[in-house]
Nanobody, 116 residues
Framework: QVQLVESGGGLVQPGGSLRLSCAASGIIFRFNRMGWYRQAPGKQRELVASIFPTGSTNYADSVKGRFTISRDNAKNTATLQMNSLKPEDTAVYYC??????????WGQGTQVTVSS
């Protein structure tokens, strides 16, 4: 009964900021890698950022220096702080975790639109 629930998407102007949150249940959160992916119309889904149980992170080159992923193990949440947003960041953003190999879980997705 793994569930990931995302929130925080919306419409923002270029240069603006949004904070996305992912609330996880059904997993031992502190033991799991958490990832944020996005998919724009006509594009493949891509990894945006991930954070490991150790706190180590990685980012897509396109978002380095602008986005920050974090986790709060006490609240079972993963956050993606998105700054200096660009129109190219427009996509549906998904939270993901893979508690065991071959079992990938996704949130419902939250729309981020960056437009003037």
């Amino acid at each position: 009964q793994v569930q990931l629930v995302e929130s925080g998407g919306g419409l923002v102007q270029p240069g603006g900021s949004l904070r996305l949150s992912c609330a996880a249940s059904g997993i031992i959160f502190r033991f799991n890698r958490m990832g944020w992916y996005r998919q724009a119309p006509g594009k493949q889904r891509e990894l945006v950022a991930s954070i490991f149980p150790t706190g180590s992170t990685n980012y897509a080159d396109s978002v380095k220096g602008r986005f920050t992923i974090s986790r709060d193990n006490a609240k079972n949440t993963a956050t993606l702080q998105m700054n200096s947003l660009k129109p190219e960041d427009t996509a549906v953003y998904y939270c993901n975790t893979v508690p065991v190999p071959g079992s990938s879980y996704w949130g419902q997705g939250t729309q981020v639109t960056v437009s003037s």
